[in-house]
Structure formats: structure tokens, C-alpha cells
């Protein structure tokens, strides 16, 4: 009952989003280009809200120990496992990360912006100290600044909440037919790019969407006060992530 209330609560926002004129607008593979240069960010701060549920709802630490959490615990292994471990299309294991990286690759795009900032997150292990010392879009770094201070606010339901409702389901899929569109018109190369949409919206719609939202059922279960965080917390995300495509139409625009 309160999963399918919040789930109607965000539906006008979440609309706005799949009907963003920014999809139409996709029309060439400059714009594309443009679109994934900008997109990767988000693609990459997707993976610490999933690998925060890990930490806080499963156990990392040795010696281990029993996680209180079995459902919930056992439901974000299931959607790490495809998220950071999936196979590409030479049967490889790759992160959705690193898939993404190589679509951006197969059709010309740059990942030397985004490698320069990821490497400086691996060198001082802290999303703060690398994303003060590299050269960002300001409303790429708000959206992933808030996406670490919903990490740092560190409520589980809140953090699951964001992930499903302010990401895990995006990608409509006006998305892939542009992308194929493009494709059969021999504009640009984009197999592994429509490798990696059909497989997120295949992993999504038949496992992680339905996963998430039992999960955020089982961290919520009828405290009240945690389904409103949740609600409050999902529309930001939607209007954080409205705010980057705005950004991003603009730019092509």
C-alpha cells in the first residue's frame, strides 16, 4: 500500500522526465557525443549509492559478522552483481561503468575528462578532495554533490528510495530507438551503446526495478516518518536529475 502511494506521489515529476524534450532532440551524433561526455558522471555516482547499500545492509568488514538485513541484504547483492560484474558483448565481465565508458569510445566520444576525475577519486579515495581538483560542469557537480550528501545522510530507506525512483528507471526507451535510429542511418557505430541500454533496461524492468522497490519496502515497513523522507528525498532526485537534462538540452541546443 505505501509503495504504491509513494510510486503515484512521484508519477507527474517522473513523466516530465521521460518526456524531456532533451531525447528529441538527440539527433546527431555531435549531440550525442555531447550528451554522453556529460552523462558519464551520473553513470558513475550511480555505482556509490548502490555499493552504499552494500556497506550499510550487508557485511564488508572482517571478521564478518550477520547483517540484521537478510532481505534487503540479499536483494542489493543481487543488483550489484549485474550492475559491477555484468558481461559486454565479447563475454567479458565489466561494470556498467566501464560499458558505458566503451560505448563513449565506439562512437568518438571522450573519456579523458572522466578518467582524469576517476583516477583522482582512486588516488585520495574521497569524492570531496578529487572533485575540488578537476575541471567539472557546475550542474554536473551538483547533481553528483547531491548524490554524495544523500550517501552522507546515510538513512538506508532514503538511500534506496534515490536510487529507484531518481535513477534506476530513466532510461526510456525513446532513448534506444534514437540511438538505433542513428545507427541504421551509418552515422555513427553504437553496438556496445545499444548493448548497454537494451541490457539496463532489460536488468531493470525485470529484476532490479521490482528488487528496489521490495527493498525499499522491507527498510521502510510502516514507519510513516521514513516513507515521507523517502517521498521528499525521490522528488529531489527526479528534479536534480531534471535539472542536469535541462542543462545538457541547452548545451545541445
Known amino acids: 500500500m505505501y509503495i504504491k502511494e509513494l ?8 513523466n516530465k522526465l521521460i518526456n524531456h524534450n532533451l531525447y528529441s532532440n538527440l539527433n546527431s ?11 558519464v558522471y551520473a553513470v ?10 552494500q556497506r550499510n545492509l550487508t557485511c564488508i568488514e572482517i571478521p564478518w559478522t550477520p547483517n540484521k538485513n537478510n532481505l534487503a541484504g540479499r536483494l542489493v547483492n543481487e543488483i550489484v552483481l549485474a550492475e559491477e560484474s555484468d558481461i559486454n558483448l565479447d563475454g567479458n565481465v565489466k561494470s556498467h561503468f566501464e560499458l558505458y565508458k566503451e560505448s563513449m569510445k565506439e562512437i568518438g566520444a571522450s573519456t579523458l575528462a572522466i578518467d582524469l576525475f576517476t583516477e583522482k577519486v582512486k588516488k585520495y579515495r574521497s569524492y570531496e ?3 575540488n581538483e578537476v575541471k567539472i560542469d557546475k550542474i554536473v557537480k551538483e547533481f553528483m554533490n547531491f548524490t554524495f550528501e544523500i550517501i552522507n545522510f546515510n ?8 536510487f529507484t525512483f531518481g535513477r534506476e528507471d530513466l532510461i526510456p526507451e525513446m532513448f ?9 542511418n551509418n552515422e555513427i557505430n553504437a553496438k556496445n551503446l545499444i548493448y548497454y541500454l537494451e541490457r539496463h533496461i532489460e536488468v531493470d524492468a525485470d529484476e532490479h526495478g521490482p528488487m528496489a522497490l521490495k527493498m525499499i519496502e522491507e527498510l521502510c515497513k510502516d514507519d ?12 529531489k532526485a527526479l528534479e536534480m536529475r531534471i535539472k542536469l537534462w535541462d542543462h545538457i538540452n541547452e548545451m545541445i541546443s
Open 7 to 14: 510510486e503515484k506521489s512521484l508519477e507527474s515529476t517522473k
Open 29 to 39: 551524433k555531435t549531440k550525442l557525443i555531447k550528451f554522453m561526455e556529460t552523462h
Open 129 to 131: 578532495n578529487a572533485i
Open 224 to 235: 510513516q516518518k521514513k516513507w515521507e523522507e523517502a517521498k521528499t528525498y525521490s522528488l
Open 176 to 184: 534506444i530507438e534514437i540511438v538505433k535510429k542513428l545507427s541504421s
Open 44 to 53: 558513475w555516482d550511480f555505482m556509490s549509492l548502490i555499493k552504499a547499500l
Open 155 to 162: 538513512k538506508n530507506h532514503v538511500i534506496a528510495s534515490v
